[in-house]
């Protein structure tokens, strides 16, 4: 096999005989905007808590079990359950707003370059002048593929969200889903 000259400003490429076959697949810059992550944070909130809004039903049809059998007549019940509800829902929301204003989670908003190859992921915010790290892939939990978009969940309320847009190319897409396919990590 002959030797290639080794520029480390070049992406690596496999050593399978096959030159020029990229290993990784690297993206655009690209940012999560913070309307997009309080959206993706309650959409996750409301699955995974979704049965804490039965006790203001519950409370409504104990209510009107009361009230039918005329045991307890009372009306303001039906308005305490549905605004302790609203109310709840409208504290989670601002919860998720202000994630986003907070200084230590400024770093989850900037816009990187994403390099993914099979030992881990490298985010670049600089890439010429080396400013960037690994995230290596047991710290994610899971991928999610949307209708526009890849969901790396991280932690709780932690998200890496890729929309189809940052890749170069079709094939990019498809290499990308390999990778994840080989990690078990899309569902």
Same mark, same amino acid.
């Given at each position: ?127 010429? =002048?080396?400013?960037?790290?690994? /995230? #290596?892939? $047991?710290?994610?939990? &899971?991928?999610?593929?949307? *209708? ?7 932690? =709780?309320?932690?998200?890496?969200? /890729? #929309?189809? $847009?940052?890749?170069? &190319?079709?094939?990019?897409? *498809? ?7 080989? =990690?078990?990590?899309?569902?």
């Amino acid at each position: 096999m002959a030797k290639v000259p080794v520029n480390r400003y070049q992406q690596p490429y496999i050593n399978s005989g096959q030159m020029g076959m990229p290993q990784g697949v690297r993206t655009k810059k690209y940012g999560l905007e913070p309307k997009k992550y309080i959206n993706l944070a309650l959409r996750d909130w409301v699955k995974q808590e979704w049965f804490w809004f039965l006790i203001p039903v519950a409370v409504i049809i104990i209510n009107v079990v009361l009230n039918v059998t005329n045991a307890y007549a009372n009306w303001w019940i039906y308005l305490v359950a549905v605004l302790g509800a609203v109310g709840f829902g409208l504290f989670r929301a601002m919860q998720f707003t202000a994630t986003t204003q907070v200084e230590q989670n400024k770093q989850m908003f900037e816009k990187f370059v994403y390099e993914f190859d099979n030992r881990q992921i490298f985010v670049w915010k600089n890439r010429e =002048k080396k400013e960037g790290g690994q /995230l #290596p892939w $047991n710290m994610i939990q &899971s991928v999610q593929k949307e *209708k526009d978009a890849y969901l790396f969940i991280l932690g =709780k309320y932690q998200y890496l969200y /890729l #929309p189809f $847009n940052v890749f170069n &190319s079709e094939h990019d897409i *498809k290499m990308f889903e390999t990778i994840l396919t080989r =990690k078990e990590l899309l569902k």
